[in-house]
């Protein structure tokens, strides 16, 4: 544990790779919870839903109909954040007045995908053996290499392997009319994150500018790589957790998994790459085989937490498409899964009043929450429920057994 007194004292933890604080106050954990106490809950989804726009073989709410996929599936999204092409628009020249000092807009031009995890509409990542979460780690890296600048250091890695999936049945990928500067690859998880369809899948996002978090991100990563002599930022962290313990929840070779020092959400967890790698095409098949076993782990120990299908927006975070050479050698892979359960299946932590208008807080510490998803090991709750009838672990299903904390 860190030093004892924060264990009982508010206090305020910087966040390195932000540069911003958040407020902790562990004494509020020890106040008496008189809320509800709820049974596990049980997914009662069919495998195949005839009105589900994602599963194999069903139309699309534009009309397009999916193929009958058994591997995951990419469409571009029916409903985009952002238009490949639209109208031109060219900020005014700024002339010192108020408004082109206070009123700026910049346009901003993308591409949107859909990607479906698996062709079962009952299952999610937490239900998926590594070897089947796999395939979907081999996706992102073909939509990231489809869309990565030619001229970046990371386009000579784009091995046969990582080829954009162009003209293949069971996608709907081709090469963006426009050079993209940043990728933003997630799901959001669970009705609670504002998820519309229950099918498992995720999205991608490309935009021409580099979204705000990133920019946060990169900053602090460029920042310390230049005052730390060439060292990375996330490559120290993870050694430091590693060598401490005490908010590790999984560790292999390649990757570990952490509730940060910083974290705001409750369970708040971080998938770090161990070595300075930039970007999905950085990894190697052992490497991609080791991310699908953290990831596998991770959300395996959410569901069991609260014996329910824990909600959560997981995102990757890597080099830009096109950057900088500083900004690429300056990124490092990593994964931040935000989940907003507090107590319970059913109450979650809001970021509301002094959170939104002062500064982030939270109650329980990263050590106890790492702590508590660390117990959380092993079989998936759900398999346990169904007694009676046959049951597989999948916690390493495919793979060698991982180091494990």
């Known amino acids: 544990m860190p030093e004892e007194i924060l264990n009982d004292i508010s206090h305020r933890r910087f966040n390195v790779l932000r540069g911003s604080w958040v407020l902790v106050s562990p004494h509020r954990t020890k106040r008496p919870w008189q809320g509800q106490q709820e049974a596990p809950s049980k997914i009662t989804l ?7 726009y994602l599963c194999p073989g069903n139309k699309r709410a534009q009309g397009q109909e999916n193929p009958k996929y058994e591997k995951p599936f990419v469409f571009v999204n029916d409903y985009s954040a952002v238009k490949e092409v639209q109208a031109d628009y060219s900020p005014a020249e700024k002339d010192r007045s108020l408004s082109s000092l206070l009123l700026q807009a910049e346009p901003v031009t993308g591409k949107c995908y859909v990607i479906t995890f698996s ?7 937490a239900d998926l053996a590594p070897s089947e979460i796999l395939p979907i780690i ?13 001229s970046s250091p990371l386009a000579k890695l784009a091995g046969p392997t990582t080829l954009p999936p162009q003209g293949q049945k069971d996608h709907d990928v081709i090469r963006p009319n426009a050079q ?3 990728m933003q690859i997630f799901e959001n998880k669970g009705a609670a994150m504002g998820c519309s369809n229950p099918h498992p899948h995720g999205q991608v996002w490309t935009t021409t500018s580099l979204p705000e978090e990133l920019s946060l991100e990169l900053e602090q990563l ?4 230049r005052e730390q002599g060439g060292l990375n930022l996330l490559e120290d962290y993870a050694k430091l957790e590693s060598g401490k313990k005490e908010r590790v929840i999984f560790e ?10 910083w974290a705001t959400w409750p369970f708040e967890v971080m998938i770090i790459a161990r070595q300075h790698k930039r970007a999905l095409v950085d990894f190697d098949d052992e490497e991609r085989r080791e991310l699908a076993a953290a990831i596998a782990e991770v959300t395996r120990c959410y569901d069991n937490l609260f014996e329910t299908s824990f909600p959560y927006s ?3 975070h890597q080099a830009p498409l096109e950057g900088t050479g500083v900004e690429i050698e300056a990124s490092h892979f990593h994964i931040h ?16 009043g002094y959170e939104i208008l002062a500064e982030p807080q939270r109650d329980i510490t990263p050590e106890q929450a790492a702590a508590r998803l660390r117990n959380c090991a092993g079989e998936l709750y759900r398999k346990k429920l169904a007694t009676g009838s046959e049951t597989r672990n999948v916690s390493n299903e495919g793979f060698a057994n991982p180091k494990k904390r």
């Open 46 to 52: 069919p495998d195949y839903d005839p009105n589900c």
């Open 252 to 261: 292999n070779k390649s990757f570990i998994v952490v509730c940060p020092w």
């Open 119 to 125: 062709s079962h509409h009952n299952l999610t990542l």
């Open 180 to 182: 993209y500067r940043y």
């Open 222 to 225: 460029k920042k310390y790589r």
């Open 314 to 316: 997981m995102g990757i």
């Open 337 to 352: 899964f935000y989940p907003p359960l507090l107590r319970s299946a059913t109450v979650r932590k809001f970021l509301v």
């Open 138 to 150: 081999e996706t992102w890296t073909k939509i990231y290499t489809a869309h990565l600048s030619p």
